[in-house]
């Protein structure tokens, strides 16, 4: 059973930059991962996801030209680069493991995740 465990996860101001990792307590079963966030009020949305396989990359409009996802296999840790951070990226950050293809879902759909860590918070100032 996969365990996830984010870190990195902080306060800066606007335009900084932080780098949050996620390690996953085994490797074999991982097909994708995402990372989401959840702001106070709002919904759980996706902010990147990426195929473990073929390192192919996802990111919502919001993050795109900002955020980068990349994996380290050999440490069984997926990496979130948060860069030009603003005031709205403050939320709660979840990485999340799915061990299925899930061929058809898109991979901002949460359903399409078994797997999730407890979350770090990101705070932007402006």
């Known amino acids: 059973q996969a365990q996830l465990v984010e870190s990195g996860g902080g306060s800066v101001q606007a335009g900084g930059s932080l780098r949050l990792s996620c390690a996953a307590s085994?490797?074999?079963?991982?097909?994708?991962m995402g990372w989401f966030r959840q702001a106070p009020g709002k919904e759980r949305e996706g902010v990147a996801g990426?195929?473990?396989?073929?390192?192919?990359?996802y990111y919502a409009d919001s993050v795109k030209g900002r955020f980068a996802i990349s994996q380290d296999n050999a440490k069984n840790t997926v990496y979130l680069q948060m860069n030009s951070l603003k005031p709205e990226d403050t939320a709660m950050y979840y990485c999340a493991a799915s061990t299925s293809y899930a061929y058809g879902t898109p991979w901002s759909d949460v359903g399409r995740y078994n797997y999730w860590g407890q979350g770090t918070q990101v705070t932007v100032s402006s």
């Open positions: 990426i195929y473990i396989r073929l390192g192919t990359t």
């Open positions: 085994e490797n074999t079963s991982r097909k994708f």
